[in-house]
């Protein structure tokens, strides 16, 4: 299985900051094939079900503030929230659409101070 | 507007069996890939299982977690995707979300509302 390994577990930062998360895969996911990367952001917040954010590590999802920015290649990606607002309280998955099983990180609490 | 509406959840003593379904709303599911997924309280989602779409025979494909006690199916007719569950545990307990994929690929663009599962005696 591939393993997705998400740091930190958790961070607060004031509104307006930017955040930084981070996501390794134990194994590439960029297909030679078509030179994409088989990586998604969701994020969750309190109470709800996930929601997607990004796919192909760096392509939004419609309707997604463009302040929500994916980036990386191969095994190691990152999201990055720029100008952190109160509702982005949340915890922030990737998952790896690579190969099966499709396995999640273990995610990132976000906090508002 | 897409929707996914899980239903059929509850409790269920262990070695039971129970049938999750997802309606869904709002595009035209026989085009689609579909999927369970779960997630235990404070735990990260967990891929089950998802089945093609007609034009791809409607393969499936299982996680070894559960592989051997879950099936999934579709019913196109009726929109409808289901989750078979036997032989439960106590850690097969969790909320069970159905989900949409994007187009064939093995992202997920919609996810329903999730139905809680609690296995316990």
């Known amino acids: 299985d591939i393993v997705m390994t998400q740091s930190p577990s958790s961070l607060a930062v004031s509104g307006g900051e930017t955040v930084t998360i981070n996501c390794k895969s134990s194994?590439?996911?960029?297909?030679?094939?078509?030179?994409?990367?088989?990586l998604a952001w969701n994020q969750q917040k309190p109470g709800q079900s996930p929601k997607l954010l990004i796919y192909?590590?760096?392509t939004r999802q419609s309707g997604v503030p463009d302040r929500f920015i994916g980036s990386g290649s191969g095994t190691d990606f990152t999201l990055t929230i720029s100008s952190v607002q109160a509702e982005d309280l949340a915890i922030y998955y990737c998952?790896?659409?690579?190969?099966?099983?499709?396995?999640f990180g273990s995610g990132t609490k976000l906090e508002i101070k | 507007e897409v929707k996914l509406l899980e239903s059929g959840g509850g409790l269920v003593q262990p070695g039971g069996s129970l049938r999750l379904s997802c309606a869904a709303s709002?595009?035209?599911?026989?085009?689609?890939?579909m999927t369970w997924i779960r997630q235990s309280p404070g735990k990260a989602p967990e891929w089950l299982s998802f089945?093609?779409?007609?034009?791809?025979?409607?393969?499936?494909e299982y996680n070894p977690s559960v592989k051997g006690r879950f099936t999934i199916s579709r019913d196109d007719t009726q929109n409808v995707l289901y989750l078979q569950m036997n032989t439960l545990r106590a850690e097969d307990t969790a909320i069970y979300y159905c989900?949409?994929?994007?187009?064939?690929?093995?992202?997920?663009?919609?996810w329903g509302q999730g139905v809680m599962v609690t296995v316990s005696s």
């Open positions: 989900a949409k994929h994007g187009s064939h690929w093995y992202y997920f663009d919609y």
């Open positions: 709002g595009f035209t599911f026989a085009d689609f890939y």
């Open positions: 089945i093609r779409n007609k034009a791809n025979s409607y393969t499936t």
């Open positions: 194994q590439s996911l960029l297909y030679s094939g078509n030179q994409k990367n088989y």
């Open positions: 192909w590590a760096s």
């Open positions: 998952q790896q659409y690579y190969d099966t099983p499709l396995t």
